[in-house]
């Protein structure tokens, strides 16, 4: 199984929609984050959370929210999807006690069409 | 500000060549850096890192060494494979608080047989 689940993996929605975008874990990672993919421009970073209760903007935080359930849940809500908002997205994980140099692990990612 | 340049896609090399994809950064500090792998509708999978100067990381057969002085951590591989076809993201981390990594935009890599 995977450590690092997101549902849906493809989701298709009209401008004005509500679409939340789900991740679990079961790596017992407390780190999670969210990362849009655009073509040609890498990935960039939506939001982060240390824990439960320590959520951060990212640099493209505008138009999306977040909501840490529990440690191993963290979910990207488009309040009011817009059509630059179709991309890929992606969560990824990391432990704090693998120290300053730890990486992250990646889910599948969800693609995102906004029509 | 921070941030990672890699050599812009896509590269075509016939298998069994030799691969180069170069990576410069830019960075405040001494930062980790990566090599992430993306496989054609996959997650990214970290492939390898270095965490200080003059240390190669390396992973099936991949090779990158962290060169301060360069500000380089370009992406080596003697024989390439069809297997290898994928998008190739180097990356950076600093030591701080927010813990974000800095990606570049990625090299899109195809292996011919």
């Known amino acids: 199984d995977a450590d690092v689940t997101q549902t849906p993996r493809n989701r298709i929605t009209k401008t004005g929609k509500r679409i939340m975008l789900e991740c679990s874990q079961t790596k017992g990672h407390d780190r999670m984050y969210w990362y849009r993919q655009d073509p040609g421009l890498g990935l960039r970073l939506i939001y982060y959370s240390f824990d439960v209760k320590d959520i951060n903007k990212g640099e493209i935080s505008d138009g999306y929210s977040v909501s840490r359930q529990a440690q191993a849940k963290f979910s990207l809500s488009l309040e009011s999807a817009i059509p630059n908002q179709t991309a890929l997205y992606f969560c990824a994980t990391s432990d704090t006690l693998m120290g300053a140099w730890n990486e992250q692990f990646f889910g599948p990612g969800t693609r995102l069409t906004v029509l | ?113």
């Open chain 2, 1 to 113: 500000g921070d941030s990672v340049t890699q050599m812009e896609g896509p590269v075509t090399l016939s298998e069994e060549a030799f691969l180069t994809i170069n990576c410069t950064y830019t960075a405040t500090g001494y930062p980790s850096l990566f090599w992430y792998v993306q496989y054609p509708g996959e997650g990214l999978q970290l492939l390898l890192k270095a965490t200080k100067a003059d240390d190669k990381g390396s992973n099936k057969g991949f090779e990158a060494t962290y060169r301060k002085e360069t500000t380089s951590f370009h992406l080596e591989k003697g024989s390439v494979q069809v297997s290898d076809s994928a998008v190739y993201f180097c990356a950076l981390k600093l030591n701080t608080r927010d813990d974000k990594i800095i990606f570049g935009k990625g090299t899109r890599l195809h292996i011919l047989p």
